[in-house]
């Protein structure tokens, strides 16, 4: 008898083909619709194995309704959604996919830079609601990124993906990490610095470590006082590492001078979220690693976590070791 395996959104049928070949097979047949709570209970309680997104949560009570299941494969490096402890309690291997995205989320976090600085949809807004009628000297002035101080929460493999084009703009690099990364520094002119200094010093702030209970809310309003009112925070990480009351507050009040952020404490965000009403946020719906070709090996690398787990080997990326 086949193991069986769940996909929790519609996948092209060509990258699962190598699964159907070895087990029985269900997916979720949505791309744009997470799959409904009843659904997933119904389907893992018979699964041995899930290809998840981070859309789902696997918590406590679910996982602990999935007898047969030994393996989470979820198509993300962050896995915020799974409670990994419960998960290991029950025997159940969890996987990510780091590597395979970091170049392309060093872009996104790159262009939103870029992006914020100069100011780029408000820009295009202004143009395309017919407000360009002249030119004047200070018309949607940005701020230079070139030769500009880049402060880095996390300096990991995104982390120096980052440095790496920031060198190029000719960036002082300051970075705060759990250890310093010496090798960084020796390739990039990175300088290890403390929390506080990063944050007095840097006029682009980039957060880029991961998501766990110790950096909950590690961007607060104590944090953005400290920032330059010049000053531009960055979030490509993951929601919730930035307090999104005191961010709202602090844009408001001109103690920093704008935003830009790929992620949200809740995905999707309500569009009626208050940073969504402020023209000095560029907001972004989650697509750091949304190219055609990230995507497809973030899904490959994911077949590849799971078939090595049902087959008895050790995957290539598991979280709980």
């Not at 202004?126 to 996390?154: E, H, K, M």
């Not at 002082?172 to 759990?178: K, P, Q, S, V």
Request: charged share 25%; aromatic share 6%; net charge negative.
């Amino acid at each position: 008898m086949k193991q069986k395996v769940y996909i929790t959104r519609k996948l092209p049928e060509e990258l699962i083909a190598p699964l159907c070949e070895q087990y029985e097979v269900g997916m979720w047949d949505e791309a744009d619709v997470p799959v409904p709570r009843d659904v997933l209970e119904k389907e893992l309680q018979r699964a041995d194995g899930v290809i998840s997104l981070l859309t789902e949560t696997l918590d406590r009570e679910l996982l602990a309704r999935c007898e047969n299941l030994k393996v989470i494969s979820n198509v993300a490096v962050g896995y915020n959604n799974i409670d990994v402890a419960a998960a290991t309690e029950h025997g159940i291997v969890v996987t990510n996919t780091p590597d395979v995205l970091t170049e392309t989320t060093a872009d996104l976090t790159f262009a939103l830079m870029l992006g914020t600085a100069r100011r780029l949809e408000e820009a295009a807004h202004y143009l395309r609601t017919g407000n360009w009628q002249t030119w004047s000297p200070f018309q949607l002035v940005g701020q230079d990124v070139y030769g500009a101080t880049l402060g880095i929460f996390g300096l990991g493999r995104i982390g120096e993906a980052v440095a790496r084009r920031a060198t190029a703009f000719g960036m002082e690099i300051l970075y705060t990490n759990r250890t310093r990364n010496v090798k960084a520094e020796q390739k990039y002119g990175a300088n290890f610095v403390d929390k506080e200094t990063l944050l007095k010093k840097a006029d682009f702030v980039c957060v880029l470590m991961p998501y766990t209970a110790e950096t909950v809310d590690f961007i607060a309003a104590d944090e953005l006082s400290l920032m330059k009112t010049t000053a531009i925070l960055i979030n490509t990480a993951r929601g919730g590492i930035v307090n999104e009351a005191a961010l709202f507050e602090a844009l408001v009040r001109g103690d920093i001078l704008a935003a830009g952020l790929d992620v949200f404490e809740r995905e999707p965000v309500d569009v009626q979220h208050p940073l969504l009403t402020l023209p000095n946020v560029f907001p972004l719906p989650h697509i750091g690693s949304a190219s055609e070709q990230t995507r497809t090996k973030m899904v490959q690398l994911a077949i590849q976590n799971l078939h090595s787990v049902l087959q008895g080997e050790q995957p290539k990326h598991p979280v709980n070791k």
